[in-house]
Structure formats: C-alpha cells, structure tokens
C-alpha cells in the first residue's frame, strides 16, 4: 500500500513537471536581448519574433520566428535583405538557427545561412556556429548611480 501511494506521488509529480516544463538548470527561455560576438544584437520576444541587427549598414534587420524545442533548446529562422550600392534590395539573406542555453546568461548557435537572389536561385550558403550574451540590467544603486537626473 505504501510502495503504491510513493508510486502515486511521484507519477503525480513527473505529470506536473511534464506539464508546466519544469527543470532543474538555467532558465530554458530566451527571452530578452542578447549580444553575439561584436557582429549581432538579437532580442527574443515573448511570443516567438525576434530582431537581430547586424553592425553592417548594407542589410536590413533580421525578422524571424523562434520555438522551443527541448528543455534548453530551440530553434529560430529570420530573413533579411541585403543592399546594393543604390540602396535597393538585391539579394535575401535566410538563416535557421539551432540554439542550445548553456546558462542562464549564455547561448550557443549554429547556423546555416542561405543567401538568395530575388528569383529565388541560391547564390551562396555556409555553416557557422557562435555564442551569445544575455544583456543584463544592473541596478542604478548598485552601481552608485542617480536613477534619473533632469
């Protein structure tokens, strides 16, 4: 009878961890801006969009969709455009990213880049893998700052 009510309990248990997505670790959502390298600022929104700009004045700002896809891990797709010397769009830029949270403050990614015309031909593509930094606010006192002045 015993053995049954433990048995009963920790089902319980695991039913409610599968249920609310609770795991011992770092947080498992990536929402919030992250800096990746000196090359892109990225902020994962609540929701599934993100943004991510390049320190590159010949594209646009990458648009894209994430979903999780584990307890640590997810994936995201954006797109963006690339200029020509007249500032038009020449070519679409298509990335799918496969992130892994490390920590709390860390991610890694790997990504596959296709880049095409605006026919649609590919015209190039690579493999490349980074990590990323969460940003973080620290607190106006903590770092022996007025919180606002005018």
Partial sequence: MRKRTILKALLGLAMLIAVIGWAPGPPTNPVGS??????????????????????????????????????????????????G??????????????NTMVDADNLSADFDVTITDLDGNVVDSLSASGTCTRINLKAAWALNAPICTF
Avoid: M, P
């Fill in 85 to 98: 010397a007249e500032g038009t769009t020449e070519f679409i830029v298509e990335t799918y990213t496969a």
């Fill in 34 to 83: 992250w800096i990746c390298g000196t090359d892109f600022l990225v902020t994962f929104n609540q929701g599934g969009t993100f943004t991510a700009s390049a320190g590159d004045v010949t594209s646009s700002v990458n648009h894209g969709v994430w979903q999780k896809t584990g307890l640590r891990t997810f994936e995201s797709k954006d797109l963006a455009f690339i200029y």
